[in-house]
């Protein structure tokens, strides 16, 4: 089978400029295409040029039709809004769409999944392999812990992250509500401020934290009485992201048009 022709959207962005490097790295695949908005100074520079590598031939775009229609798939860490346009593209070309963009409305993930009759998708919070295990293990100690240990997620990211709690964070926050056969919905707490009362047994809570050029911390906290299991990841490259992105697309080539996780690219 011929190298797999992958484009990044959002070329310019610091998750695309790792995804570039990525590709350019991986066996099995070529970089195809590179789209950012109009206005942006990155419109018309060489793709590698701007993600530190050595030219590449290939010019970022403000216009993804031809990127679309001569890629085999596409790499998406952009915004909510613009990831719903491109998932509608996505499923115009019948292409695979790797989606790791966060703070999506339930409107925007209902679009997603429209698309998904014709495009094959891959969502996840987080594309890395630890941080899929760390919710694999939220999910197994909040089933075999109970609701008498209390869970809460803290999360750190850098100064410029523009949605809280995390997508990684809410992922974890889902993987411990399945554990405990609850919806995540009915049980999350997201703020705590003022006189807010004793702590309702079987909440979910969340802290988030944000500052300086931090690429990624989370920690699900189960605490009992006297007790208390700390899980934890730590992420010091996003190019951990990038790999797992690009590792996804790879796996998703050829399957049947359909929403996918990392859960399933990993056989988690």
């Known amino acids: 089978m011929s190298d797999m022709k992958l484009a990044v959207l959002g070329a310019a962005g610091r998750m695309g ?62 915004s ?18 790797v989606i790791g963009t966060t703070g ?14 014709h495009a094959t998708i891959v969502k996840a919070g987080n594309m890395s392999l630890g941080v899929n295990l760390l919710a694999v293990l939220t999910e197994r100690v909040a089933e075999a812990l109970g609701p008498e240990f209390d869970v ?7 100064r410029h992250k523009r949605d809280a709690p995390s997508g990684t964070a809410l992922m974890l926050g889902e993987a411990a509500a399945r554990g405990r056969s609850v919806l995540l919905k009915d049980k999350a707490v997201r ?48 190019e951990i992201f990038a790999r797992g992105a690009v590792r996804a697309a790879l796996w998703a080539r050829g399957r049947p048009p359909g929403l996918y996780s990392m859960a399933d690219v990993l056989g988690l």
């Open 17 to 78: 400029q790792a995804l570039t490097r990525v590709i350019s790295a991986m066996p099995g695949c070529v970089v195809a295409g590179g789209v950012e908005v109009k206005g942006s100074p990155a419109v018309g520079r060489d793709l590698g040029e701007v993600a530190g590598l050595d030219p590449l031939g290939v010019a970022i775009t403000d216009d993804p039709l031809p990127v679309f229609a001569r890629s085999d798939g596409v790499l998406d860490f952009t």
């Open 80 to 97: 909510p809004a613009s990831t719903v346009v491109f998932a509608a593209l996505s499923a115009q070309a019948r292409i695979v769409h």
């Open 152 to 158: 809460e997620i803290l999360e750190l990211h850098h």
């Open 104 to 117: 999506l409305s339930e409107a925007d993930e209902a679009k997603i999944e429209a698309a998904t009759r």
């Open 191 to 238: 703020t705590r401020d003022g006189e807010v009362g004793p702590r309702r047994e079987g909440d979910i809570g969340f802290a988030t934290l944000r500052g300086g050029d931090v690429v990624g911390e989370h920690r699900v906290i189960f605490a009992g009485s006297g007790e208390r299991i700390e899980l934890a990841h730590i992420a010091s490259d996003r």
